[in-house]
């Protein structure tokens, strides 16, 4: 085959004898099918758009279904109608341009002074322009641009570019100097702008600015008088001067000028006189005669949405004149082709007036193919029901028209016209009700195929869906391991791997057949011939037998084969992990805990999905790059991401926090599930049942918790309740905790990672999560309302010192400010200052209460515990149930939003207190006041809609951050470049450290190795 | 541009632009097999690169304050 490159693209308007070029068939018909079931001649689905049922041949191509790409059709209009997508470029371009002749509204080259010097001249020969020449033009207090180049254009002609841009001709022996004028000026800049590749929207955007202000037209109108050329009249204009001469033959013709009117002289013998009243006169030299012209005054065009276009003006005011899609079809068509290129339109490739349509293109049947329902009936696509639409009424204007029908049904029946054509291309347009189907749901147009997220681009070329995938609802089991998922059966009998027979798996492959489509058994088998047969109830055993080599089998995912998983939004790498499956009853994926984390997932209903890999290269890179246990340690901050969570840190915490002794079977109970050997020597004998003499051995509970460290392991860090030291492998003193073994910050996993690998690392999380699993099973652990519940000392503590005490101190503070006894801080008023004061006084409040709450539920109480361990939640948590929820705040400040001078009328206008200003003094357990409680919900609306705000915000940076650095690198020299190979940092990170291979943040961490040494 | 206390390259926020000489360039361009294109850019109307008065061309070396590696050299080829 012939390989073609892509030079280049372009893009235009199609012209209308371009849509009747390519049609391959005109459609007049708007039935689809006819009574025999075969689509009607020039209908819509004319067999000679292309074909989409099996079996038929097109008749343009003779291609069959797949073969032929499909070809295109047009209707013809009765009446052009307005293309919806250019609705605004044709209001732009209507301003822009002269009612009247179609000439941009941009002044032409204007004379400035002329010169006669022969050195001048041969200045321009040479094409320089010389320290005289900038003389000559400051003379005339014309500043040029110190870096302007001159070129010839054409004989006696040349052109000064630069910053700005000046014609000068040789006429009559001299030189003339002109203005190159807006017009020009403009043309040159988008010219070269396009030379270089840059965008020209913005020159363009001027273009119009510029042209819409001008009210009368420069370059027609109707014709006044003329008067004799040459002579005195002539003189005075070529000077640029109104003399009195002329000003009365104005006059006696009825055109009285006002004080001192303009005269521009410009280039082809042209004048432009504008008096004071914005009226224009144009003098054109021709016949030996000047002729007079008034300039075309210009009417305002008003747009309105989405189709219409109005004229306001003229000479009976205020009146509007609707344009109808002919008159501006017929104004677009005036355009020159030379005034195109200011829109930044190439005149070949897009005239204006083909934005207004006259026919109609109508895709191929490919592009809208009509689908069979079960009844057999048909349905068609939403474009043809479009088209439908658009061709009923195309016939109905016809006929209508011919019949002579009055004005007004025609236009209704045009409005009508333009109306399916617009929904045709966009039915989501601003003022204009959605076109709809019979069932009520909007018609989906040509614009809602392509865009947003659905979309074409985005939906279909950016996206695609794959096959050997599953996705349901996740749920906890803490006895896989950390890198395994739990398949649900008929998850796993739908899911295949196809396995090339060989001599080895020969056997395997057979009884996997024998199997059926009982588990692990198989889907289809490929023969050497390549035809693919389905393993069915009736002839798997026969398949089994002839299972050979060469074959391929569909057989199912088990226990072992790698997968990948993954829950959405997928932010980070880690989103996608690989796991080994572990086929299982019930429906749902099974999930190690630990690994959470990573998915940011829960089991609160959250689905995830997992994709069967099917090559090898993929299983071994999967293997080797997304295993689980590889991306323990995040490479964003360089410390484990999996760890224990909930309930395995407040396990182990309650496990190593007091000392106790284990009987040897309490100790293996605890252990059980597993893998140790040998208990090791226990500590010592202890006498049970207690007040017997009889003498058991016991085990501590350090011992236990070391058991499932990897042996001779040496670490010490500040654990939240003191430090934890381990040493040879066995937990000396401290508690394990959050910081412990917790996802994000576990010390010991992160040790154990650097120093005994991935899969002793992945072995220490299964293991502390069942150990901790057994233990807190073994004591039992619960949380409930009364154990929010504090005695009634503690509570009257509670009210009367801390909440009491500070609304006290809050009054205090306000008489202070209203005896204007208070001192304002640094940089702030008074007003502030006691706000502030409040808003400490009131917040120390709640840590007293916090404080005297955490004292009296004490250590056993089951919120204290997983709080101080980091298991879950926080001391505010607790206080706001158990103590005080604390001052309410919108914006960081206490609430003062509602009525005038107060909150709520429930207090006095102007009250400062802490009540009325969303201070909640009870607790959740004592339940709010109303006023309380509306406070809660005031405060409590701010957190919900700041959430909703940022997810959705931090997203979309997330997906631009995402599209910036999508393709950079770190080389092997370390440098980090981009896809040209530019550098873009020439050390990662500056330092050359990957977070995820160095010890928090450096290359290595000294004091770690001091003690080890040591 | 001013100088002395007024020039922008006193500031303490503007870290220590310097073009540097043939020699340098040429190792530089040979430690990370490279050519001048393949530098990052700057361009000449950057306030810091009038500053030093560099010209079109030139390479400057940059040494800034970094986090993780407490200084950090960067390289920029300053273009129109």
């Not at chain 1, 013998?269 to 008096?275: E, K, M, S, V, Y």
Request: hydrophobic share 35%; glycine share 8%.
């Amino acid at each position: 085959m012939r390989t073609k490159k892509i030079k280049g693209v372009k893009f235009g308007l199609l012209s209308p004898k371009e849509i009747r070029k390519m049609s391959a068939s005109k459609i007049i018909t708007a039935d689809t099918y006819g009574e025999d079931g075969f689509p009607i001649e020039m209908g819509l689905v004319n067999q000679w758009l292309g074909v989409i049922d099996p079996g038929l041949r097109c008749k343009t191509c003779g291609g069959r279904m797949g073969e032929c790409p499909g070809h295109f059709g047009h209707i013809e209009l009765a009446a052009p109608v307005i293309h919806i997508g250019y609705a605004k470029l044709i209001y732009r371009i209507l301003n822009a341009t002269c009612r009247k002749c179609g000439r941009v509204l941009l002044r032409e080259a204007y004379f400035l002074f002329s010169v006669s010097d022969v050195e001048l001249e041969s200045d321009l020969k040479r094409e320089v322009i010389s320290e005289k020449w900038h003389k000559k033009f400051s003379d005339n207090d014309i500043s040029l641009p110190s870096n302007v180049s001159v070129a010839k254009e054409k004989n006696d002609e040349w052109v000064i570019t630069g910053e700005k841009m000046f014609i000068i001709r040789k006429e009559n022996k001299k030189l003339n100097i002109y203005d190159a004028g807006e017009k020009r000026s403009f043309l040159r800049e988008i010219e070269l702008q396009r030379e270089k590749q840059v965008g020209i929207g913005e020159a363009v955007k001027r273009v119009f600015k510029e042209a819409a202000k001008s009210s009368v037209c420069p370059y027609c109108g109707d014709y006044l008088f003329s008067i004799n050329a040459g002579g005195e009249l002539e003189n005075s204009l070529n000077k640029c001067l109104m003399s009195k001469k002329l000003k009365k033959i104005f006059e006696t013709g009825g055109h009285l000028l006002s004080k001192n009117p303009s005269v521009i002289k410009e280039i082809d013998n042209r004048w432009l006189i504008t008096d004071k009243n914005k009226i224009s006169y144009i003098v054109k030299k021709g016949d030996n005669k000047l002729n007079i012209h008034c300039g075309t005054p210009q009417k305002d065009i008003k747009y309105e949405k989405p189709t219409t276009y109005m004229e306001i003006g003229g000479e009976e005011r205020e009146k509007k004149r609707r344009l109808m899609p002919t008159d501006v079809r017929e104004r677009l068509e005036r355009i020159p082709d030379e005034d195109i290129a200011l829109f930044g339109m190439n005149p070949k490739n897009a005239r204006p007036e083909w934005m207004v349509l006259t026919v109609l293109p109508v895709p191929p049947v490919t592009v809208r193919p009509s689908i069979t329902l079960e009844s057999g009936q048909r349905s068609e696509d939403d474009l043809t029901h479009k088209l439908v639409d658009i061709i009923r009424i195309n016939q109905r204007f016809m006929d209508n028209r011919d019949a002579g029908a009055p004005q007004l049904i025609i236009e209704d029946l045009w409005e009508l016209l333009q109306y399916h054509v617009s929904t045709y291309y966009d039915n989501k347009i601003l003022r204009l009700p959605p076109a709809r189907h019979r069932s009520g749901r909007p018609l989906k147009a040509m614009t809602q195929r392509l865009k947003g997220k659905e979309g074409r681009f985005r939906g279909s070329l950016s996206g695609k869906r794959v096959n050997f995938s599953a996705r349901t609802v996740i749920s906890p089991n803490p006895n896989i391991d950390i890198d395994e998922v739990g398949v649900p059966e008929g998850i796993a009998k739908e899911l295949t791997i196809g396995v090339n027979v060989t001599e080895r798996n020969l056997d395997l492959m057979k009884e996997v057949v024998r199997n059926g489509r009982k588990h692990p058994g198989a889907n289809y088998v490929r023969r050497t011939d390549g035809r693919k047969v389905k393993v069915t109830e009736s002839n798997y055993e026969v398949l089994a037998e002839e299972v050979d080599l060469g074959w391929k089998v569909e057989r199912h995912i088990r226990d072992g084969d790698i997968v990948l998983f993954n829950r959405q939004p997928s932010l980070h790498r880690v989103s996608i992990m690989a796991h080994y499956v572990r086929v299982m009853p019930g429906k749902t994926f099974r999930l190690n805990p630990a690994v959470c984390p990573p998915y940011n997932a829960d089991y609160d209903g959250d689905e995830m999905n997992l994709h069967v890999l099917q090559t090898e290269e993929a299983r071994a890179e999967a293997k080797i790059l997304l295993a689980v246990q590889h991306n323990i340690i995040s490479p964003r901050f360089g410390r484990p991401i999996i760890g224990g969570i909930h309930d395995c840190v407040t396990g182990l915490f309650l496990l190593t926090w007091t000392k106790r002794k284990f009987k040897h079977k309490e100790a293996l109970e605890i252990l059980k599930g597993i893998d140790i050997d040998d208990l090791g020597e226990p500590t010592g004998t202890f006498k049970s049942p207690s007040g017997t003499d009889i003498e058991v051995p016991y085990w501590t509970e350090k011992q236990i918790f070391s058991m499932i460290l990897p042996s001779g392991l040496n670490l010490q860090f500040q654990g939240k309740a003191g430090d934890v030291i381990i040493r040879g492998g066995e937990l000396i003193s401290g508690v394990i905790d959050e910081a412990a073994i917790g996802s994000f910050k576990g010390r010991i996993i992160d040790k154990v990672f650097r120093q005994y690998g991935e899969e002793a690392t992945k072995r220490f999380i299964n293991d502390s999560f069942r150990l901790a699993i057994n233990y807190i099973l073994r004591v039992g652990f619960s949380f409930g309302i009364s154990d929010e519940d504090i005695p009634v000392e503690g509570k009257k503590q509670i009210r009367e010192e801390a909440v009491h005490g500070a609304e006290l101190k809050v009054e205090e503070l306000i008489r202070a400010y209203e005896a204007e006894e208070l001192e304002g801080l640094p940089g702030r008023s008074l007003e502030e200052t006691l706000e502030l004061l409040i808003m400490q006084e009131l917040g120390r409040a709640r840590e007293e209460a916090g404080e005297i709450a955490e004292r009296e539920l004490g250590m056993e109480n089951a919120g204290v515990l997983m709080a101080k361990s980091g298991a879950r939640g926080s001391i505010l948590n607790l206080t706001q149930m158990a103590a005080c929820v604390g001052q309410q705040s919108v914006r960081g400040e206490r609430i003062s939003r509602g009525y005038q001078g107060r909150t709520l009328p429930h207090f006095k206008p102007g009250d400062r207190s802490a009540n009325a200003h969303g201070f909640v003094r009870a607790s959740f357990k004592d339940g709010l006041s109303p006023t309380e409680y509306f406070f809660h919900a005031v405060g409590g609306r701010e957190a919900l809609v700041d959430t909703a705000v940022r997810t959705s915000q931090s997203g979309y940076f997330q997906r631009r951050l995402i599209n910036a650095l999508l393709d950079l690198e770190v080389k092997n020299d370390e440098t980090v470049r981009e896809t040209r190979n530019t550098v873009v940092q020439f050390k990662y990170g500056e330092d050359g450290v990957d977070p995820s291979k160095g010890e928090y943040g450096k290359a290595v961490d000294v004091d770690e190795i001091i003690r080890e040494v040591i | 541009m001013k100088k002395g206390k007024d020039s922008i390259l006193e500031h303490e926020l503007v870290p220590k632009h310097k073009i540097i000489e043939e020699e340098e360039v040429k190792k530089l361009l040979d430690t990370y097999k490279i050519k001048k294109e393949q530098l990052p850019k700057i361009k000449l109307s950057d306030p810091v690169i009038k500053g030093i008065k560099a010209k079109v061309g030139d390479i400057v070396k940059i040494t800034r304050q970094s986090r993780t590696a407490r200084k950090a050299f960067f390289y920029r080829l300053v273009i129109e």
